[in-house]
Nanobody, 115 residues
Framework: QVQLVESGGGLVQPGGSLRLSCVASGNLFRISVMGWYRQGPGKQRELVAVISSEGSTNYADSVKGRFTISRDNVKNTVYLQMNTLKPEDTAVYYC?????????WGQGTQVFVSA
């Protein structure tokens, strides 16, 4: 089973930036699809961004142009650079690993955007 550990969340003012990191255990990272999801207060979990093993990316419309997902296959780490943060970005952010349909999830990291 893949273990995922997120970090980098916190409190930030609107317009600010944060970078989330997710470190994966094991040797499947480089061939797994990695993603970031979030769950805001009273909302369902939603996809934020995903990156394939080859580096292709997709984003939710709400974060396009503001967030960037990237990966480092040497460090077994996936990142989410979040710029121009808005209060509606407040959520628990979860890292996801998918290998041949098998999903693993991190414990989540809280992002709170408020003045």
């Amino acid at each position: 089973q893949v273990q995922l550990v997120e970090s980098g969340g916190g409190l930030v003012q609107p317009g600010g930036s944060l970078r989330l990191s997710c470190v994966a255990s094991g040797n499947l990272f480089r061939i797994s699809v990695m993603g970031w999801y979030r769950q805001g207060p009273g909302k369902q979990r939603e996809l934020v961004a995903v990156i394939s093993s080859e580096g292709s990316t997709n984003y939710a419309d709400s974060v396009k142009g503001r967030f960037t997902i990237s990966r480092d296959n040497v460090k077994n780490t996936v990142y989410l650079q979040m710029n121009t943060l808005k209060p509606e970005d407040t959520a628990v952010y979860y890292c996801n690993s998918n290998y041949r349909g098998y999903d693993s999830w991190g414990q989540g990291t809280q992002v709170f955007v408020s003045a």
